[in-house]
Nanobody
Framework: QVQLVESGGGLVQAGGSLRLSCAAS????????MGWFRQAPGKEREFVAA????????EYADSVKGRFTISRDNARNTGYLQMNSLKPEDTAVYYC?????????????????WGQGTQVTVSS
């Protein structure tokens, strides 16, 4: 069993930066792929970024490419999402997720573990 806890959300002006963290419990986290997803009010949960268990493979949604960077520190059982050049349309609740496979996948339905989410609000 893996438990995930996100932190680092908040209110930021457009053009600003935030770094989200996802702290995982459980010794098996280092063998799991990890993803970040977001959900804005009235919208479906959407893929943001994902990283393989080793960190050598990543995927990004087109809307965040070049602005967001996903990474992980398996020694610390923690994943990160560095978000730069934030836009108002990035406003959402951000969730980290882990799946019992090391391979990157962009659909949320194959992720087995989810955090509670952290709010990111970008003002114009």
């Amino acid at each position: 069993q893996v438990q995930l806890v996100e932190s680092g959300g908040g209110l930021v002006q457009a053009g600003g930066s935030l770094r989200l963290s996802c702290a995982a419990s459980g010794r098996t986290f280092s063998s799991y792929a990890m993803g970040w997803f977001r959900q804005a009010p009235g919208k479906e949960r959407e893929f943001v970024a994902a990283i393989s268990w080793s960190g050598d493979s990543t995927e990004y949604a087109d809307s965040v490419k070049g602005r967001f960077t996903i990474s992980r520190d398996n020694a610390r059982n923690t994943g990160y999402l560095q978000m730069n050049s934030l836009k108002p349309e990035d406003t959402a609740v951000y969730y980290c997720a882990a799946r019992r496979s090391g391979i990157v996948v962009v659909t949320p339905y194959v992720y087995h573990y989810w955090g509670q989410g952290t709010q990111v609000t970008v003002s114009s």
